[in-house]
């Protein structure tokens, strides 16, 4: 058992793939031969409506933090070195109004109800969704009470329309990318008190405007967004994406486990129990001790979190 800002997750079902239905403008784009790597660093994106993309480079790091690390959890060890081949990761988490372009096109439904906060407490609420999550948002702001299995759905349908390989990064790519090359706890260096110009985290802002979060363990900064915040708000980190920590707590497509012991070595999924996923980066209302890019949570596939999103990886080339 696991937590997510001090609300309970417990992951005790096995949920099949939702089915849903495709619009009829949705279509196989033609993939051409002459499809090349596109430069590392580079950002490109397939099609008008389709989240930018960086291309994050061949390479190899060290997995999971060290003993010395602080808040370290006993699941994020042993630390192993894992070499990756180059792949595509969005630029920033997917928005609503992307998610939205996504739910009118494909028809897909996503249900009505998720965890949100009620009053001053995060408590599942039968009338809150992605498009009401309880606090306002623009098109611009990350996806939220989105689950594993909607976030599968929308890669399949982006894979569909464009082509290409859309999919969740896995666990050991989405750490290698928050890391940006960099091998302290956060991609900023250690200091906790310093993630408000990197990432929108449970701050002295949410202090003084969110109900309970005086309660919160917070960070001694303060960064201007109460709740989530439009992406791309904060600098970037080395590889030139936005938002790897804070904002909202991103899905990915491994199973999880409580230990690295025998995880694989080449950057790929390691799939277990399908009714555990590993959810990475912390989001808005996240403590110091889970915004750190070693940190790993747990969830079950179906379920929905005002303080959850997703952003996509790509299949190169």
């Given at each position: 058992m696991r937590t997510l800002t001090g609300f309970t997750i417990v992951a005790c079902c096995l949920v099949l793939m939702p089915d849903f239905a495709w619009s009829a403008d949705t279509h196989l784009?033609?993939?051409?031969?002459?499809?090349?790597?596109?430069?590392?660093?580079s950002i490109f994106h397939d099609c008008p409506d389709c989240p930018d993309m960086v291309a994050i480079p061949e390479g190899s790091f060290d997995m999971g933090s060290p003993n010395s690390e602080n808040s370290r959890?006993?699941?994020?060890g042993p630390v192993h070195h894992v070499k990756l081949t180059a792949f595509a990761m969005g630029k920033t988490e997917i928005t609503r109004g992307q998610f939205s372009t996504f739910v009118i096109k494909s028809k897909y439904i996503t249900g009505d109800k998720c965890v949100a906060l009620k009053g001053s407490r995060f408590e599942e609420d039968s009338g809150r969704n992605w498009r009401d999550i309880g606090f306002l948002q623009t098109t611009n702001h990350p996806a939220s009470c989105v689950s594993w299995n909607d976030a599968k759905a929308y890669t399949a349908w982006l894979s569909l329309k464009t082509g290409k390989q859309y999919r969740l990064s896995t666990e050991a790519e989405w750490e290698y990318a928050a890391r940006g090359s960099s091998v302290t706890s956060r991609y900023w260096g250690d200091n906790p008190d310093e993630a408000c110009g990197y990432a929108n985290v449970a701050d002295m802002t949410a202090k003084a405007s969110v109900p309970g979060a005086s309660f919160w363990l917070l960070h001694n900064c303060t960064d201007g967004y109460a709740y989530s915040a439009p992406v791309g708000s904060f600098k970037p980190n080395a590889f030139g994406l936005y938002d790897m920590l804070g904002n909202v707590t991103e899905w990915t497509e491994d199973s999880y486990h409580d230990s690295y012991k025998n995880a694989p070595l080449d950057g790929t999924a390691w799939q277990g129990d399908a009714s555990r996923r590993v959810l990475r980066g912390g989001s808005w209302n996240s403590s110091p001790n889970l915004v750190r890019a070693a940190r790993r949570c747990v969830n079950k596939p179906d379920e929905r979190f005002s303080f959850v999103g997703f952003r996509v990886a790509r299949t190169l080339p």
């Open positions: 784009a033609a993939a051409t031969k002459f499809s090349r790597i596109p430069k590392a660093g959890n006993d699941d994020e």
